[in-house]
C-alpha cells in the first residue's frame, strides 16, 4: 500500500508556511491546498497538480490553532471497504480510535478515511479518495 500523504505539526503555521516554501521551492514543491479556519492558518499542502502529499499542520482545537503534536503517516487504500478493514483491524490490534471511517468532505467530496493512534501513540491514517 503506497504512502498518500505525510504530516509534520507545528505550532506556528505561517512561519512554518515561510520555511517549507523556501526550502521546498528547489525541489519543485509548491503550497497547493492553504487551509484556514477562523482567519487563521492551520495547515499547508505541498505537492503538484492539486494533490498535497506532505503537510505542515497547527491542530484546530475548537476552531482554534492548537499545540503541534508530531507526525502523522497516511495509507493510500483502493477502497472504502479496506479503509474499514484497516480500522477495524487497528483496534483489534491495540490501537485506539483517533477518528472513525468516514467521509471527511473538508478536504474534498470523496476523502474517506480512518484514523488511529497505534500502541505508542503515533498518529496513523487509511484514506480511500475514490467515489463509492
Given at each position: 500500500?503506497?504512502?498518500?500523504?505525510?504530516?509534520?505539526?507545528?505550532?506556528?503555521?505561517?512561519?512554518?508556511?515561510?520555511?517549507?516554501?523556501?526550502?521546498?521551492?528547489?525541489?519543485?514543491?509548491k503550497?497547493?491546498?492553504?487551509?484556514?479556519?477562523?482567519?487563521?492558518?492551520?495547515?499547508?499542502?505541498?505537492?503538484?497538480?492539486?494533490?498535497?502529499?506532505?503537510?505542515?499542520?497547527?491542530?484546530?482545537?475548537?476552531?482554534?490553532?492548537?499545540?503541534a503534536?508530531?507526525?502523522?503517516?497516511?495509507?493510500?487504500?483502493?477502497?472504502?471497504?479496506?479503509?474499514?478493514?484497516?480500522?477495524?483491524a487497528?483496534?483489534?490490534?491495540?490501537?485506539?480510535?483517533?477518528?472513525?471511517?468516514?467521509?471527511?468532505?473538508?478536504?474534498?467530496?470523496?476523502?474517506?478515511?480512518?484514523?488511529?493512534?497505534?500502541?505508542?501513540?503515533?498518529?496513523?491514517?487509511?484514506?480511500?479518495?475514490?467515489?463509492?
Amino acid at each position: 500500500m503506497p504512502l498518500d500523504h505525510v504530516s509534520v505539526g507545528t505550532e506556528n503555521a505561517r512561519k512554518a508556511k515561510a520555511f517549507y516554501d523556501a526550502v521546498l521551492a528547489p525541489l519543485g514543491w509548491k503550497p497547493v491546498m492553504p487551509v484556514e479556519v477562523s482567519g487563521h492558518l492551520v495547515a499547508i499542502g505541498y505537492g503538484d497538480a492539486g494533490h498535497p502529499s506532505f503537510w505542515v499542520q497547527n491542530p484546530i482545537d475548537r476552531g482554534r490553532p492548537g499545540v503541534a503534536n508530531g507526525a502523522h503517516v497516511a495509507f493510500s487504500s483502493a477502497t472504502r471497504a479496506a479503509v474499514d478493514e484497516f480500522y477495524l483491524a487497528a483496534i483489534e490490534a491495540g490501537g485506539a480510535d483517533d477518528g472513525k471511517p468516514g467521509l471527511r468532505t473538508e478536504y474534498h467530496p470523496d476523502y474517506y478515511a480512518a484514523f488511529v493512534r497505534d500502541p505508542d501513540g503515533n498518529k496513523i491514517e487509511a484514506v480511500c479518495h475514490a467515489k463509492e
